[in-house]
């Protein structure tokens, strides 16, 4: 079971908040009653009364919640990538950053979007709730929108029948954890306006596949095309599981290669 983050933050914030008002709005003021009553009656020794401990702990958590939950929910979420689905352009240990109103804003939890914004295109790089498992957050790149007829054989992408042109670079070469991918073909991929790098296992039945993709779906792919479980396993991305588009690498963090990347740090794709 994945832990629902958002769900517990809703729920501290809701709390801390309806304990501090309600303590405003009835308790305090009786506070504030005795004192005075204790002063007019110039009672020797009267003490304070105090706020309760929870009560001072609400109050002061309260806006801390709040503004996580709003810059979380509605500005930008951050993630870890966990394998190697998306290499070369994302690695693991990668932390990225999403944005989470290109795609139009979201109710936390519900998920129910409120605010439209614009739509995936071609070639970005989204981040969504699995839909065989709604609770997994999955990264991918977005090969085709709705109307978009896609074919892939013999490794190259048909977008509405045109060719993705593919170059050459050479063979990949990667650090850290990375190193599982040695050797595998490092190409050079124009979907449409967007060029990335791609990687691929000329030893690996990729298959074929044709498909027409449906009003408010999405196809996606990895970008490493021959160990990526994506749209040609499972399916389209229905329009309410996204999450948000992905665009900058915030930190690394691998082990396998020494500990912290500085050079991916602040890399925008």
């Known amino acids: 079971m994945n832990f629902d983050f958002s769900a517990l933050l809703v729920f501290l914030t809701l709390l801390s908040g309806i304990i501090w008002a309600v303590d405003a709005w009835i308790f305090a003021p009786e506070r504030k009653k005795q004192e005075l009553r204790d002063e007019t009656a110039g009672e020797a020794g009267s003490t304070l009364v105090r706020e309760p401990i929870f009560v001072e702990y609400a109050r002061s958590f309260f806006p801390i919640f709040l503004i996580v ?79 978009d007829v896609l074919r892939y054989e013999n490794k190259i992408l048909y977008v509405n029948d045109v060719p993705m042109q593919q170059t050459d670079i050479g063979r990949f070469s990667g650090r850290g954890s990375g190193k599982v ?29 044709e498909v027409a993709v449906p009003a408010g779906k999405y196809f996606v792919m990895g970008d490493n095309r021959d160990n990526s479980k994506d749209s040609r396993y499972w399916g389209f991305v229905p329009d309410e599981n996204l999450i948000g588009h992905a665009f900058l690498i ?20």
């Open 69 to 147: 939950l709003i810059l979380r929910s509605f500005i930008f979420e951050p993630f870890r990538i966990p394998s190697a689905s998306m290499m070369p352009t994302l690695l693991i240990g990668d932390f990225i950053l999403v944005n989470k109103y290109d795609y139009g804003i979201r109710l936390p939890v519900l998920n129910a979007k409120i605010i439209d914004n614009h739509t995936p295109k071609r070639g970005d790089v989204i981040v969504f709730r699995y839909p065989e498992d709604p609770s997994v957050p999955f990264i991918k790149r977005v090969i085709g929108v709705p109307g």
């Open 181 to 209: 991918m040695n050797g595998v073909t490092l190409k050079l991929e124009q979907l449409g306006d967007v060029n990335h790098e791609i990687l691929m296992d000329p030893y690996r039945f990729s298959g074929t596949m």
């Open 250 to 269: 915030w930190m690394n963090w691998d082990l396998k290669n020494g500990g912290i990347d500085w050079k991916r740090i602040g890399t925008i794709f």
